[in-house]
């Protein structure tokens, strides 16, 4: 494990901290700026300011320059990630665009789709949502059903999408359907992965409401939505291999960012756990509470280095493959973890704030909520357990 940082990287960490300075007003890094505004409000503002840093170059930190990235290093995209969350800003509004699509373009992508896709993604000129969950495809997803069929120059899709991150908030999706029938009654074949319009009478999308009170998410119906038959990615027919590329696209990151946030919300749990009490005296001397948060704090610790391995890896050259299946699963269940510490602190206080007697609890319980999804998406704990026994472990299926 290397953990020196480059005088390249160190430059880098100091320009993007300036920026950070010049540009980050400081009550946009507080929870309370946030907590007076709309879901729509929030989205806007986080929008705009996004497209100013990737306008002033700090976005796709290791995307190619021609496609608009900063042509950086895995370390600088950790760096990136880290002074983020340090800096406590917002997070991006596009993150399947950016995650999954953006690599997926410029690997097969006609040259059409990289201009038109790429640079308008990075400066949230388009937002991007991900349809690939049905109400009856989830962690089995080949069992899809939307049916995409040829009509003219069109495709004609009708289906029904759910759990889509930013339903209500996309311009575009990247969706996979049914353009033939299954040949064979192999369930993987005949998909096809399109680039569709939200924006048509074909598309409705409803909101879904959280346990958080938000609607991140959404369920999106398409009756009779048009999409052109060029807006495919990665041809007619292939959609479960571009699928499967695209999801790749998450390996090989590593979890600094993650750790940074988490290891933050360990210590302002550890502070609640100061000033609330247990049997008479404050709960940071309660012998089990005690246990629970230096367990937490293990975790994390064993997750940055985790972390530090994973960056000297990838920095190396080595394509992590599956073992990234690994990262997956210890970020979001540390992140449980810390959670659960806090949940046990304050109690009822985390579904009834006001008997939190002046505590200031309530972000600190949103992410708390927010950590119950997080080993549910990009792949369920118990699916990528099953990765690592059979495709890292090599254990029997
Ligand atoms: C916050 C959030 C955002 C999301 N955003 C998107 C999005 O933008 N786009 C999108 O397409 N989807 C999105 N999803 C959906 C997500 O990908 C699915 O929830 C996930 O794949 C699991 O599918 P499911 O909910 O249908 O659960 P199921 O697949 O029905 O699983 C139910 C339970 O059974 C377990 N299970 C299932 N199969 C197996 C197996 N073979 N072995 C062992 N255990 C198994 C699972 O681990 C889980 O505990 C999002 C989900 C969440 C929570």
């Known amino acids: 494990m290397d953990l020196r940082f480059s005088e390249q990287d160190e430059d880098f960490r100091k320009e993007l901290r300036s920026w950070l300075d010049a540009n980050l007003p400081s009550e946009m890094r507080e929870a309370a700026f946030w907590a007076d505004k709309s879901d729509d409000e ?10 100013n840093k990737a306008k002033d170059g700090f976005a796709g930190i290791v995307w190619p320059e021609e496609y608009g990235g900063r042509g950086g290093t895995p370390t600088m995209k950790a760096i990136y990630d880290e002074e983020m969350a340090k800096a406590n800003a917002p997070s991006t509004v596009n993150p399947l665009g950016l995650a999954f699509l953006g690599p997926t373009v410029m690997a097969l992508g006609t040259d059409y789709q990289k201009r038109e896709i790429i640079k308008p993604l990075l400066h949230n000129e388009v937002i991007w949502c991900q349809g690939f969950s049905e109400p009856g495809a989830g962690s089995d997803l080949a069992a899809l059903q939307m049916k995409a069929e040829p009509q003219g120059e069109d495709y004609l899709i009708n289906g029904q999408k759910i759990w889509t991150t930013n339903a209500m908030h996309g311009d575009k999706i990247f969706t996979l359907a049914r353009t033939s029938s299954p040949e064979g009654g192999k369930k993987h074949a005949g998909i096809s992965m399109l680039l569709v319009d939200m924006h048509q009478p074909g598309i409705e ?22 999409c052109k038959q060029t807006d495919i990615l990665g041809g007619e027919g292939n959609g479960w291999a571009t699928a499967m590329l695209l999801l790749s696209f998450e390996r090989g990151s590593s979890a600094i960012g993650q750790y940074t946030e988490f290891r933050k919300m360990w210590e302002e749990v550890t502070n609640v756990a100061a000033q609330v009490e247990r049997d008479g005296r404050p709960a940071t001397e309660d012998p089990v509470l005690r246990q629970e948060l230096a367990a937490a704090l293990i975790e994390l610790e064993c997750l940055k280095y985790h972390s530090w391995h994973v960056l000297t890896q990838t920095s190396n050259g ?22 659960d510490a806090h949940e046990k602190v304050v109690g009822t206080a985390f579904q009834v704030p006001e008997l939190g007697q002046g505590l200031s609890i309530e972000e600190l319980t949103t992410m708390a909520m927010w ?23 090599g254990l029997p299926r």
């Open 205 to 226: 999308a409803r909101p879904l409401k959280q346990m958080t009170g938000a609607s991140e998410f959404g369920e999106v119906f398409y009756t009779d939505a048009l």
């Open 371 to 393: 950590s119950r999804s997080c080993t549910i998406w990009g792949g369920s704990q118990q699916v990528q357990r099953t990765v690592v026994a059979e495709r890292v472990l």
């Open 318 to 339: 080595k394509d992590l493959g599956f073992e990234a299946s690994m990262t997956k699963i210890m970020w979001s269940e540390t992140f449980r973890r810390v959670s």
């Open 42 to 51: 929030s989205f806007e503002i986080r929008r705009e300011w996004e497209a």
